[in-house]
């Protein structure tokens, strides 16, 4: 199973990006789908998370300005990102709690993408 996420960029402070990440390989099903963000210097952290059925949490540093999708037919998880800070400047990694064809359920983790807010 791979994760691959994109949709980084650098981008003003009050900006938006929408991230994406597709799940691709032996899936027969994925539950909770995530995204995390590790700034420099610091430890990554869960930023949003949204399980099959659609429910969602947000950490408190982003409710209001990120929301996480997901499309199930595409195995592919979103955060749309509004109204940028400086601070959520990090690199974002989208995670995945897969079901594979062998029947076992496992945590998959994509590359990161860079997010940087600055003018």
């Known amino acids: 199973v791979q994760l691959q996420a994109s949709g980084g960029g650098l981008v003003h402070p009050g900006g938006s990006l929408r991230l994406s990440c597709a799940a691709s390989g032996s899936i027969i099903k994925i539950n909770a789908m995530g995204w995390y963000r590790q700034a420099p210097g610091k430890q990554r952290e869960p930023v949003a998370d949204i399980t099959s059925g659609g429910s969602t949490n947000n950490a408190d540093s982003v409710k209001g300005r990120f929301a996480i999708s997901r499309d199930n037919a595409k195995n592919t998880v979103y955060l749309q990102m509004n109204s940028l800070k400086p601070e959520d400047t990090a690199v974002y990694y989208c995670?995945?709690?897969?079901?594979?064809?062998?029947?076992?359920?496992?945590?998959?983790w994509g590359q990161g993408t860079l997010v940087t807010v600055s003018s």
């Open positions: 995670s995945a709690r897969v079901v594979t064809t062998g029947l076992r359920v496992e945590d998959y």
